[in-house]
Nanobody
């Protein structure tokens, strides 16, 4: 499975951006899709996850109500819609996939089997 992230860019605070993650390389049987981000000088952190089982989503507290993760099974693509962006959202955003359900360990990057190359999001103040 290959993941290709895209859609990053420069946006003013309060603006919106949608990043995408296209999966290829086989049957789209991924059960767990996540987004992580890494700001300069900081560790990679969990942002959001979509579990195919029941369509359940989880978000880190700081993005709840502002970010929405969704999936288009026809296009084999996962999206992260980001609204009301803040300067602290500035980071490289990575998509990640796991063939099997993440269970309750979806926040752990080691839980995922495949990673995209990252797309940079910069929010100006």
């Amino acid at each position: 499975v290959q993941l290709q992230a895209s859609g990053g860019g420069l946006v003013p605070a309060g603006g919106s951006l949608r990043v995408s993650c296209a999966a290829s390389g086989g049957t789209f049987s991924i059960e767990c899709m996540g987004w992580f981000r890494q700001a300069p000088g900081k560790e990679r952190e969990f942002v959001a996850v979509l579990r195919s089982s029941g369509g359940v989503t989880y978000y880190r507290d700081s993005v709840k109500g502002r970010f929405t993760i969704s999936r288009d099974n026809v296009k084999n693509t996962v999206y992260l819609q980001m609204d009301n962006l803040k300067p602290e959202d500035t980071a490289v955003y990575y998509c990640a996939a796991r063939v099997y359900d993440c269970g309750n360990l979806y926040r752990l990057s080691a839980r995922y089997d495949y990673w995209g190359q990252g797309t940079e999001v910069t929010v100006s103040s």
